[in-house]
């Protein structure tokens, strides 16, 4: 199971720190992703890293640059910095997990993923 924490309201320019957490896995030997989905759109990728490897990590264009996906592996946590949060940010955070080492191009699909948190919202408000 993966439990998502870290939502709340924020400022224009504000950070957030979101976290995943893992009950029942390691968590370094999986994929680990973040997506998004705003009200009356579609799920969206966010940010990627791949198993056993903090350095190998993908992001969205829409958001490169102001997040940061982390793994802490002695917690079994992964987490997404976000700074300089926009407006367009607002939405529904989900991380999921999948015991693959997916190609980067697949990390992006939603549909690799087995395992999802319940999602926790973002707001960011001007």
């Known amino acids: 199971q993966l439990q998502a924490s870290g939502g709340g309201e924020v400022q224009v320019g504000g950070s957030l720190r979101l976290s995943c957490a893992a009950s029942?896995?390691?968590?370094?030997?999986?994929?680990v992703a973040w997506f998004r989905q705003a009200p009356g759109k579609e799920r969206e990728f966010v940010a990627a890293?791949?198993?056993?490897?903090?350095?190998?990590?993908y992001y969205a264009d829409s958001v490169k640059g102001r997040f940061t996906i982390a793994r802490d592996i002695a917690e079994n946590m992964v987490y997404l910095q976000m700074n300089s949060l926009k407006p367009e940010d607002t939405a529904v955070y989900y991380c999921?997990?999948?015991?693959?080492?997916?190609?980067?191009?697949?990390?992006?699909?939603?549909?690799?993923?087995?395992?999802w948190g319940q999602g926790t919202l973002v707001t960011v408000s001007s």
């Open positions: 029942g896995r390691a968590f370094d030997t999986y994929s």
């Open positions: 890293t791949k198993p056993r490897s903090a350095r190998m990590s």
């Open positions: 999921a997990a999948s015991p693959r080492s997916w190609i980067t191009s697949a990390l992006r699909a939603a549909m690799n993923y087995d395992y």
